[in-house]
């Protein structure tokens, strides 16, 4: 018999070597149960070994699965990055498109679409809330002379000061623009025709004091401005008619000089 210290797994191996005990009737059911447990202890350690390869399988896969997990986060972050640079650019591409289209691209003012665009929604804002509304053409005088005297580099230049003084004369509410060649359109919301006189004598008054550089002299230019007032059985063209027509008469009156279309004929 082995020592009451000794594992029972090994006391029970004694035991069964034992030939002595082989007579005692608990040696038959011994061994039966011994050799169960044996088997038992076998399929438990081939189960173990199975559950063992099986969580290692599971995380290994699970590591894999995280990796393209990863990998694919990763690929679409790059797709939302190339998706957003993509929006932005035909974002901005759509303004600058809108910007060349409405725009007069030596001056930077408003063409005569954009022009067009603010007259109707103005003399419709005009119409309905019985507001005043003044429009006025400004031409530049003698500017074919400053083409053919100093080329049309300079002619260039005084149709961009032109503009920068005019735009910068004008109050917030009020839009310039380039109509054609040298000749330019004021719109006046919110504003009679007498306080647009106010407004574009001022206006007149800063193009006449601009002095620009041609080598070693300065020029000067003028300008004469017709301003008329819209009338509510008028169409904005009606107006704009108006308008140029006092400017023809600002013209013939000796130029630099401004004409309201109500203080004259329309023959």
């Not at 070597?17 to 007579?23: A, F, T, Y």
């Not at 990998?71 to 303004?95: E, G």
Request: glycine content about 4%.
């Amino acid at each position: 018999m082995g020592a009451p210290d000794e594992p029972l797994e090994e006391r029970i191996e004694q035991l069964l070597e034992n030939d002595s005990l082989r007579d005692d009737p608990l040696f038959q059911p011994l061994e039966e149960l011994w050799a169960a447990h044996r088997d038992l202890a076998r399929r438990i350690e081939r189960i173990s070994r199975i559950s063992d390869a099986y969580q290692s399988l599971t995380k290994e896969n699970e590591k894999h699965l995280t990796k393209r997990l990863d990998k694919q986060l990763r690929q679409l972050s790059k797709v939302a990055r190339i998706s957003d640079h993509y929006q932005k650019m035909m974002h901005d591409l759509n303004l600058a498109l809108r910007e060349a289209s409405t725009h007069d691209p030596l001056t930077g003012l408003g063409n005569r679409r954009l022009l067009l665009e603010r007259l109707k929604e103005e003399t419709d804002r005009s119409h309905r809330y019985a507001r005043p509304l003044s429009i006025a053409m400004l031409d530049i005088d003698y500017f074919k002379r400053v083409n053919d005297d100093h080329g049309h580099e300079l002619g260039d230049q005084v149709l961009m000061e032109v503009s920068r003084v005019m735009d910068a004369q004008i109050r917030d509410q009020d839009m310039c623009g380039r109509w054609g060649g040298e000749e330019f359109l004021i719109i006046l919301p919110e504003t009679n025709i007498s306080s647009a006189c106010q407004v574009l004598d001022r206006v007149r008054e800063a193009i006449a004091a601009l002095r620009m550089r041609v080598g070693d002299e300065s020029i000067t230019v003028t300008a004469s401005i017709g301003v008329a007032s819209h009338r509510d059985a008028d169409t904005y063209s009606d107006t704009i008619n108006q308008a140029d027509w006092a400017l023809l008469t600002a013209k013939r009156s000796g130029r630099n000089r401004l004409a309201r279309a109500d203080e004259i004929g329309t023959d």
